[in-house]
């Protein structure tokens, strides 16, 4: 008699959704590109109004000692202006505008992944998860909310903040593994700090990260925050969190 080999019964492993194509990726970002433009073009010959007139770089006093160490509560923010005057002088207010308008579209970008990543986790669909993401994106790029924060220049510590603070969620929610490692602690506080240095409501950020880890990380506990590097979920290899792996 032939013995039977013993078949080996090794569990599946979920394949990792597929990223999006490369020529859906460069078409949203011209997409992107183009509405943002429609949507902001007009506000870039716009002048320096309000407190504008009020920010360091137009007072002539203080347009001498402009530099990083006069940034006052807000450094990130200042600094910024700092570059502008450093590459444009103090003023055309069209490349202040410009800036404004580019980090803007990059918090959008950030939308983009951040959506996508949390449809990931619902099981969402390929094409159906990069369509609803994008839609959040757009929604974001266009909203009338958007209009102060990015078409007056004083405004601009609202989409500088905003861009650390989304940032830091995306090293948080794009990490390999439910254990928060020493690099990815590292980066979220220091983008973290950044946005605080932007504007001060990014304190918020720490619980926006613990209600995301309680919400969708099977192995959270209180026990495992204190615990970084040391994840309390049984399986540290698999997929996190275990439903996210569903194929596209």
Not at 6 to 33: L, M, N, Q, T, Y
Not at 46 to 68: E, K, N, S, V, W
Request: glycine share 6%; aromatic share 14%.
């Amino acid at each position: 008699m032939k013995s039977k080999k013993k078949e080996s019964h090794k569990p599946a492993v979920p394949a990792r959704p597929s990223a999006p194509s490369r020529w859906r990726v460069w078409a949203a970002i011209g997409a992107a590109i183009v509405a943002v433009w429609w949507a902001y073009s007009p506000a870039l010959t716009g002048q320096f109004l309000f407190d504008d007139t009020t920010l360091p770089f137009l007072h002539p006093y203080m347009r001498a000692r402009f530099g990083i160490l006069s940034a006052g509560v807000r450094p990130v923010t200042m600094f910024s202006y700092w570059l502008n005057v450093k590459l444009s002088g103090a003023d055309n207010p069209t490349p202040f505008h410009i800036l404004s308008v580019l980090i803007h579209l990059l918090n959008t970008g950030l939308v983009f992944l951040i959506a996508r990543r949390l449809l990931e986790w619902t099981g969402a669909a390929g094409p159906r998860r990069d369509l609803l993401a994008g839609f959040a994106a757009a929604l974001f790029l266009l909203h009338p909310v958007q209009t102060e924060s990015v078409a007056y220049i004083a405004g601009r510590s609202e989409p500088v903040s905003v861009f650390f603070c989304y940032a830091a969620f995306a090293v948080f929610v794009y990490r390999p593994r439910p254990a928060v490692s020493w690099p990815t602690a590292a980066a979220v506080l220091v983008l973290f700090g950044l946005g605080v240095l932007s504007k001060e409501h990014i304190v918020v950020l720490p619980a926006w990260l613990l209600l995301t880890d309680f919400w969708w990380n099977p192995g959270f506990s209180l026990k495992g925050i204190a615990r970084t590097g040391a994840s309390t979920c049984p399986s540290c290899s698999a997929p996190w969190p275990a439903w996210s792996a569903s194929p596209a």
